[in-house]
């Protein structure tokens, strides 16, 4: 082989065409439809494939210079200024590059924070090198003047503010729409929202000033197509004020700066940052400006974490970061895998550095501009995505724009809808949380976290109210259940519980008794189980029955195959019936015997697809009707 010959292992083999490819599946599915096995819809009702070709015909998205590694930041968010302090130099020492300074009362807050007065500032950022890292803000309506203090910080200090990297995040409309709640309208604060700018500009610095932040409907459970169009639509916002107070428009949109929520949900986040880059494009052309890079930070999702078995937030967080940095965010913040059960301690903060260091330093995952482009399904998502925002940022825009849209309610209660959406999926495990509502751990330690109190924050401003688009947590409903249960345990010595009455041979029983096993211990209903009662090729049901008795539970499942349960069932639950069990279920769909194991005892049936969420409410119920008879 010489230097000039082409090596093409492929080359001795016909080009396989979709069509074949469709044979195939055909065969593979056995007659069961390829709509409803293979084909997906997002919450916007964007419909994925199994499978894309390349798109020959995609460029690359700009956004960091190739090579360029995107900014490892780290929440400061202790509300103590000292401990604080030490933090972020612990952080800043082991490969933090930036930090997000937030406030108490702010979005991203979750209850902790730091205060805005300059005192309190000074001693967070004691010893701190402003000039070698990048700071970005988490405002609150109460630390509307943090701003200013860390201006005047900064003066003190004598650094050129226009050597800073600062993002100093205003966003008065993000903390409208967030907690329904303003001192004013904003055609009233839009001026003062100039002033605030301006002011941070004649001071020397470079900006970004103002951020359109996605979290606000992310937190509240809305689909990727409505935070692209909220982002678009309160940066335009941003941007008209300033344009009207006299600010040029090549200027006014340099001082806009996004942040977005990254979730496990890796394509879609993909998708979404280059969409949004296109999106803000298209907008900077419309204005008859040459599109230029804008900055995108992003931040792991808040409704993605849970409280129970906490250490899945790692892996979540992971994914989060890889679909982020792939999808070309220039900062990433991570929430700290135990962020969700209180303010995280330095062995969760470090994992959270970690997470970015092993991606950029060990998997080099910055070193490829745009690594998606020309992948065929986070092309295709993306276009859809694109345009689905776009469609809905054009209904803002008719409705007057993102203040009139959220004073009729416009945007909210889309969000609401597929807040709606989110929760029935959860509820019914077609979007399971693993650790949570799919194998849990009932049994599980507690995380270590920090023994602070929460600090005070003052009321916010009453003037005006909007409908509020609140954050939520997709796990809440079941960690409900398991804290009652926690409860119940703390009060009386034991958990409730479900008998497992298991019927016939190990293998007819295994599945369903597993399966049977993680439904009910999400809902803190701990299951007791065991290898069966074998007798005579069927069920020892006097033994049955004695296992019951001595388990301590008030509740009891049947659990076999349909065979198994064709042959014994209907004993089954009229011995536990007999025996004083008045809560029988049965795991798997009852068929043409509905009415017969109904009328031998049977209550309810346990199987995928149904209301997972609504029968653990009620069995927690009837387990805690007291002791059987």
Request: proline share 6%; glycine share 8%.
């Amino acid at each position: 082989m010489t230097d000039t010959d082409t090596l093409s292992l492929a080359a001795a083999f016909p080009p396989a065409t979709r069509e074949q490819w469709l044979a195939l599946v055909d065969g593979a599915l056995k007659g069961a439809p390829f709509e409803k096995k293979l084909v997906s819809k997002t919450y916007d009702g964007l419909r994925i494939e199994p499978l894309y070709p390349a798109d020959r015909a995609a460029v690359p998205v700009a956004a960091r210079a190739s090579g360029a590694p995107w900014q490892v930041m780290q929440r400061v968010d202790h509300p103590d200024p000292a401990a604080a302090n030490a933090e972020i130099l612990s952080d800043l020492a082991n490969g933090a590059t930036g930090l997000s300074l937030v406030f108490a009362g702010s979005l991203g807050a979750r209850g902790w924070g730091i205060g805005a007065d300059a005192d309190t500032l000074a001693k967070v950022l004691k010893d701190v090198r402003l000039d070698a890292i990048a700071l970005e803000l988490q405002l609150s309506p109460q630390a509307k003047d943090a701003p200013r203090a860390l201006a005047e910080l900064i003066a003190a200090q004598k650094l050129t503010p226009s050597a800073l990297d600062i993002r100093w995040a205003i966003d008065p409309l993000g903390a409208m729409a967030a907690f329904g709640t303003a001192r004013i309208a904003w055609p009233d604060m839009a001026k003062e929202f100039s002033i605030r700018v301006r002011d941070l500009a004649a001071r020397g610095f470079k900006g970004p000033f103002a951020v359109a932040d996605g979290r606000v409907v992310h937190d509240a459970g809305g689909s990727e197509a409505q935070e692209l169009a909220w982002l678009v639509s309160v940066a335009l916002a941003y941007v008209r004020a300033l344009e009207a107070d006299g600010v040029p428009l090549d200027a006014a949109r340099k001082t806009i700066f996004f942040r977005v929520a990254a979730d496990a949900d890796q394509f879609l986040t993909i998708a979404k940052i280059r969409a949004l880059r296109k999106l803000w494009a298209s907008v900077e052309a419309a204005c008859g400006l040459a599109p230029e890079h804008v900055f995108v930070s992003a931040e792991t999702a808040w409704r993605m974490m849970t409280r129970r078995d906490p250490a899945v937030n790692m892996l979540r967080g992971t994914v989060a970061v890889f679909a982020a940095g792939v999808g070309g965010a220039d900062a990433i913040t991570v929430l700290p895998w135990t962020a969700a059960l209180g303010l995280p301690e330095g062995g969760a903060r470090r994992t959270a550095r970690n997470t970015q260091l092993i991606l950029l330093e060990e998997s080099y995952l910055s070193k490829v501009a745009d690594p998606a482009a020309g992948a065929g399904g986070p092309e295709d998502l993306t276009k859809k995505l694109g345009t689905a925002a776009w469609e809905l940022f054009q209904e803002i825009e008719a409705a007057g724009g993102i203040w009139p849209a959220l004073t009729q309610g416009l945007l909210q209660k889309k969000v609401a809808a597929v807040r709606a959406s989110r929760e029935k999926a959860v509820a019914n495990r077609r979007d399971p949380l693993t650790g949570t509502s799919e194998f849990p751990n009932i049994a599980e330690g507690p995380a270590e976290v920090l023994d602070v109190a929460q600090p005070a924050v003052a009321p916010l401003p009453s003037g005006v109210a909007l409908e509020p688009m609140p954050a939520m947590r997709l796990s809440a409903p079941f960690e409900a259940l398991r804290d009652a249960s926690d409860a119940v345990k703390e009060k009386t010595g034991a958990r409730p519980k479900i008998f497992l009455a298991n019927l016939g041979k190990l293998a007819a029983f295994t599945a369903r008794a597993t399966f049977t096993k993680n439904f009910f211990e999400a809902g803190g209903i701990q299951a007791v189980g065991n290898d069966g009662f074998p007798a005579n090729g069927g069920t020892d049901l006097t033994a049955l029955v004695e296992a019951y008795k001595a388990s301590g539970a008030t509740l009891a499942c049947l659990c076999s195959s349909d065979d198994g349960y064709a042959a014994e069932a209907v004993a089954a639950a009229k011995a536990l019936t007999d025996a004083g069990c008045a809560h029988i279920y049965l795991a798997g769909r009852p068929g043409e015997q509905e009415a017969a194991f109904k009328a031998a005892g049977v209550t309810r049936f346990v199987f995928m697809g149904g209301d997972v969420l609504g029968m653990l409410q009620e069995a927690q119920k009837l387990a805690g009707q007291g002791a059987r008879p």
